[in-house]
């Protein structure tokens, strides 16, 4: 039996504007910085079973975290210094 393998590795960028942004996605795999104003991440994407649309906003060192939002990931610092981080909200 041959088995078909069909997924891929899809990237989502989310600016620093404190809005929250949906994709379909699964847990993100990895976290990096978009530049001065925001972060991207990488998350495994099955085209034969595509995921369900998830919540997700990026929090700034010192801001305050919403209530039952889960941590997927801190973006490296970037030029300006500033660090964030990437949050799943229910």
């Known amino acids: 039996m041959t ?16 809005r929250v942004y949906s994709f379909p996605s699964n847990k ?6 978009a530049g001065v104003g925001g972060v991207e991440f990488w998350t495994e994407y099955d085209m034969d079973n595509p995921p369900l649309p998830r919540n997700f906003k990026i929090i700034g060192t010192g801001d305050t975290i919403p209530d039952g939002a889960e941590h ?9 210094g500033l660090v964030w981080h990437l949050y799943e909200l229910p």
């Open 3 to 18: 088995e078909t393998l069909n997924k891929t590795i899809f990237r989502y960028v989310i600016p620093d504007d404190d």
């Open 72 to 80: 997927c990931g801190t973006a490296p610092r970037n030029s300006l």
């Open 28 to 33: 993100p795999i990895a976290v990096g910085n």
